[in-house]
Antibody, heavy 116, light 104 residues
Framework: EVQLVESGGGLVQPGGSLRLSCAAS????????MSWVRQAPGKGLEWVAN????????YYVYSVKGRFTISRDNPKNSVYLQMDSLRAEDTAVYYC?????????WGQGTLVSVSS | SYELTQPPSVSVSPGQTASITCSGD??????VCWYQQRPGQSPVLVIY???KRPSGIPERFSASNSGNTATLTISGTQAMDEADYYC???????FGGGTELTVL
């Protein structure tokens, strides 16, 4: 059974940093791209970033380029999202998702709140 | 930047057919996915590559994509289908704004 479990969310001040983690199980992790998707309170879904199975390709949505860094540790079956220079508009539930022909499995999400 | 437009809300009576549209420039040239998100839950994939259903998704969910419009169709809509639905283009990962489906 595919499982994705996010962690690391919390309350952070504007300009601060946070590192999200996503632990994967139930599939050959290194064979898949992985994505982060966020959802601001009461709003729609926004794709944030993804990373190829071997880490050789990475893409970001324009609004987080230069502030967020996606990475992965295949032996640990984990993908990460390092978020720096956080802004109020980054407040959202952050989901990790397996990225194959679609985002076919999603985690339960972790809430990031950016506020002073 | 590329944009996908969905109606904010659609209403349907139980047992009837619901259609949710997603429009974008030359959308028919792209692969489209559809996701269902019930209140308080994570999104669930219901359609990928325009019209394919993942295992476990009921046959009443179908979809098409042509021209500038993709359409998700739910036949024999049930109360459990009440949710937000999002389209997404696969190449650039853009999501539509979402459609709230009400079954009443």
């Amino acid at each position: 059974e595919v499982q994705l479990v996010e962690s690391g969310g919390g309350l952070v001040q504007p300009g601060g940093s946070l590192r999200l983690s996503c632990a994967a199980s139930g599939f050959i992790f290194s064979n898949y791209w992985m994505s982060w998707v966020r959802q601001a309170p009461g709003k729609g879904l926004e794709w944030v970033a993804n990373i190829k199975g071997d880490g050789s390709e990475i893409y970001y949505v324009y609004s987080v380029k230069g502030r967020f860094t996606i990475s992965r540790d295949n032996p640990k079956n984990s993908v990460y999202l390092q978020m720096d220079s956080l802004r109020a508009e980054d407040t959202a539930v952050y989901y990790c998702a397996r990225d194959g022909t679609s985002l076919d499995y999603w985690g339960q999400g972790t809430l990031v709140s950016v506020s002073s | 930047s590329y944009e996908l437009t969905q109606p904010p809300s659609v209403s349907v009576s139980p047992g009837q057919t619901a259609s949710i549209t997603c429009s974008g420039d030359k959308l028919g040239d792209k692969y489209v996915c559809w996701y269902q998100q019930r209140p308080g839950q994570s999104p669930v994939l219901v359609i990928y590559q325009n019209n394919k259903r993942p295992s476990g998704i009921p046959e009443r969910f179908s979809a098409s994509n042509s021209g500038n419009t993709a359409t998700l169709t739910i036949s024999g809509t049930q109360a459990m289908d009440e949710a937000d639905y999002y389209c997404q283009t696969w190449d650039n990962k853009v999501f539509g704004g979402g459609t709230e489906l009400t079954v009443l």
